[in-house]
């Protein structure tokens, strides 16, 4: 009769965890690199052992952005004055600008007046910028100004060497190491960016990358919705900084000139796709550039970037590990995905810890 009981209890048991799954409908699923399911504190802790974080976002994802801040809260509570953050989202040549406004020496109206910011600044970095002037938490402005990366786009990394000193003071150092042979880089040249991302025959993961990616300034907005044949809110562009075409993507002025005429003087002429990796490189070399310039033994730097920049530990880290191939570098992807009770076969691997969000999650506005 115990035996009974005790069979009918573990039955009762088993079926109420089954509803409760069941009946659950979570914002995000998190899964190690493995695709097994991972606890949140677990990360956490293999976080905290880092030398550099990188968590791959896609830009208009609102759980991307509260699980960025609520992460930097929990890594700051455990490492204080050995955390640091930087991203993608700011240009190198406006340190000096965020340094300041960090130090308190004027307000937040005049910082973002300055800066050349995201059209989702105030719901996405925003949080987390304030959070660093408040915790007096060194912030890095890590990306290549995007006026050069167009530069790359239309004439190669050679454009670079016409610089001046002061101006590549502002970008990795020349010659830009680039490989064709990664295949982040590689991939690039077999995407059709005249086609949605649906026409393109590519993983939801990358493709998602198509929709937000390419910062491009507002002015070339029509540019890009002609290059895309789709909408502007369709491609995911800002309405300021506007952003073409992929999670991380190319940026600065990289896109395709379509109907939208020259940007910034410019030739109308299309800029040669082969050059588009290396618009890449740029903006992932200098990233490795002012991450290593900036961080020392001890520290722990939390970098935030769309996801095609981290992923399948290529992109930044990859121009990091041929610098120092002893850091401990630890890396996140977020992804999307129809249903996300398991990682899809592209997405296993991609980064050490994966966070799978519904397709029909909400975006917040570029």
């Known amino acids: 009769m115990k035996r009974i009981k005790k069979q009918f209890l573990a039955i009762l048991l088993m079926a109420s965890t089954f509803l409760s799954f069941t009946s659950d409908k979570p914002a995000y699923l998190l899964y190690d690199q493995e695709g097994k399911k991972a606890k949140y504190e677990k990360m956490l802790k293999a976080l905290e052992e880092a030398d550099i974080i990188f968590f791959g976002e896609l830009h208009t994802d609102p759980i ?4 960025q801040i609520e992460i930097t809260k929990a890594l700051y509570e ?5 955390l640091m953050l930087g991203a993608e989202m700011f240009e190198s040549d406006g340190q000096l600008i965020m340094d300041e406004y960090l130090s308190g020496m004027y307000e937040a109206k005049k910082f973002e007046a300055e800066m050349r910011l995201w059209g989702n600044y105030q719901t996405d970095y925003k949080p987390l910028v304030e959070f660093a002037k408040e915790n ?88 890009v919705k002609g290059a895309m044949g789709m909408p502007g809110a369709e491609a995911g562009m800002p309405q300021s900084d506007t952003t073409m075409a992929g999670e991380g993507m190319p940026g600065g002025e990289t896109a395709m000139p379509g109907k939208g005429g020259p940007m910034h003087g410019m030739s109308k002429k299309m800029p040669p796709m082969e050059n588009l990796p290396k618009a890449q490189a740029a903006k992932d070399a200098t990233m490795a550039h002012f991450i290593m310039e900036n961080w020392t033994k001890g520290k722990t730097m939390f970098h935030f970037n769309g996801s095609y920049h981290s992923n399948n530990f290529e992109g930044i880290v990859w121009h990091l590990k041929q610098q120092n191939p002893e850091l401990k570098i630890m890396t996140i992807n977020l992804v999307q995905q129809e249903e996300i009770d398991e990682v899809s076969e592209e997405n296993l691997n991609s980064a050490n810890y994966i966070i799978c969000v519904p397709e029909s999650m909400t975006r917040t506005k570029r």
């Open 64 to 67: 991307a952005h509260w699980l």
């Open 78 to 82: 455990q490492k204080q004055d050995a």
């Open 136 to 223: 007096n938490i060194p912030f890095i402005a890590t990306n290549i100004p995007r006026r050069y990366a167009s530069m790359v786009n239309y004439k190669g990394l050679e454009g670079l060497d016409s610089l001046s000193a002061e101006a590549k003071r502002y970008i990795a150092p020349l010659p830009i190491n680039y490989d064709p042979e990664v295949k982040c880089y590689k991939e690039m040249l077999d995407m059709d960016l005249g086609m949605p991302k649906k026409e393109m025959g590519m993983p939801k993961t990358d493709t998602a990358m198509v929709k937000e990616g390419m910062e491009m300034p507002h002015s070339d907005s029509t540019t």
